[in-house]
Each structure stands twice: as structure tokens, then as C-alpha cells.
């Protein structure tokens, strides 16, 4: 079992630190994929300090999903703030986003959160709650600004925002699980291109 030095009832380690080891740890084998063993090794703490500092797994997995939203997904509520009249823009600076983060080398493949999503009807209640609420935060953004540009004549009247934004989400998290699984990075571009193309604006959007 891995073990870290105590004094006088002293952390001994840095637990931000090891937070972000168990954050690397989920995104890359998924919730039901680590064990206790793996989260020991990585953080490079023993067990009854894991359990004292963040809790069971499950606790600690929804404290590494909260530390990966902080992380992550500022870049995505500010596309929306700044694009606030224009969901094309804020859409595409949302794809530029998750490919950009694919592209670091220094990261695991794909997201947490799709990771999650592929997991959800088989993860306990806390966490399926957890990761619900994600998603559906996320479907909300994108239909509130869908909405907002059909009310102001950029997007078709004829446009449904509920279904393109769970079209637009559901693809976000597709491109999040292919690159998962080995698609290159041109396939994943051409593929978000294409989702941003289908959206029937009623003015020219540049391209992506």
C-alpha cells in the first residue's frame, strides 16, 4: 500500500496536488475503470488518507469532476458570454475549445464528463446525479442561445433550438469519445466543421 509520511496529525502531502493525480486518474480509465489501488498509486497517498481527506471513491470522484468543470469550463461559459447575441460564434469558439484541449499531448484523451456520460446508467446515484446536471447545464446554455438567435432573425424561424442543441451536445461529446478511441484530429476538425455547417442561420457564418 502506498504511504506517505504524518507528523502530529499533519497532512503530509499537498491534497490539491493529489486531487489533480485522481482528476488524470478517472479521465483516463473512467470511474468503473479505477480502483482504489490506482487512486493510492497516483496520488501517492495511502488509503485511510484518502478516505480522511475526500472521502469513499465516490466522493472523491465528484470532487475531481468539480475540479475538472473549474478547469475546463471557463472557456466555454466565456464563448457564450462574449458571443452572447450570435450561438454560431459562441458554438465554434465551444468546438475550438474541446479540439484544443484534444490536442495537448500533456492530457488524456477525450473528457471526463463524456467519459462519465458513457457510464452513466451503471455509476451510483451521487455521481449519475452529478454528471446529469452537467449535461443538461450544457444543453441548456446552447438552447438558451439558440433561442436567443432565432428571436433576434439569425437563426431560421423554422429552426428547433431544443433538438440542433442536443444535436450540438451530443456531438461535442462524440468528438470527446472518438478521440478517445484513436480518431485522428483532422477526422474530429472536419466532423465539428461539418456539425456548425448544418446550423440554419439566415446570415453567411465565416468558416471554422
Not at 475546463?72 to 450561438?87: K, L, N, Q, T, W
Not at 484544443?100 to 499531448?105: E, G, L, P
Not at 438552447?143 to 450540438?168: C, I, K, Q, V, Y
Not at 478517445?180 to 474530429?188: A, E
Request: charged fraction near 20%.
Amino acid at each position: 500500500m502506498t504511504g506517505e509520511p504524518t507528523m502530529a496529525g499533519r497532512k503530509q502531502f499537498d491534497p490539491e496536488r493529489a486531487l489533480q493525480a485522481a482528476v488524470r486518474v478517472f479521465w483516463e480509465n473512467g470511474y468503473l475503470g479505477t480502483s482504489i489501488h490506482d487512486l493510492e498509486s497516483a496520488m501517492g497517498v495511502g488509503r485511510a488518507s484518502i478516505y480522511s481527506t475526500y472521502g469513499d471513491k465516490e466522493d472523491l470522484f465528484l470532487r475531481a469532476l468539480t475540479s475538472y468543470v473549474e478547469q475546463y469550463g471557463p472557456p466555454v461559459r466565456e464563448a457564450f458570454r462574449i458571443h452572447a447575441d450570435d450561438s454560431t460564434l459562441a458554438l465554434r469558439a465551444t468546438f475550438d475549445a474541446a479540439l484544443a484541449r484534444m490536442s495537448d499531448t500533456d492530457l488524456p484523451a477525450g473528457c471526463l464528463i463524456a467519459q462519465s456520460a458513457s457510464e452513466l446508467l451503471i455509476l451510483g446515484a451521487r455521481p449519475q446525479e452529478a454528471v446529469s446536471q452537467l449535461l443538461h447545464g450544457q444543453l441548456a446554455i446552447i438552447t438558451a442561445a439558440l433561442e436567443t438567435d432565432r428571436r433576434s432573425g439569425r437563426l431560421a424561424e423554422s429552426a428547433d433550438p431544443n433538438s440542433l442543441a442536443a444535436f450540438l451536445a451530443g456531438t461535442i461529446h462524440s468528438l470527446s469519445l472518438l478521440h478517445r478511441n484513436g480518431v485522428g484530429l483532422d477526422v474530429l476538425h472536419r466532423v465539428a466543421a461539418h456539425a456548425l455547417s448544418t446550423l440554419p442561420t439566415t446570415t453567411v457564418a465565416s468558416g471554422t
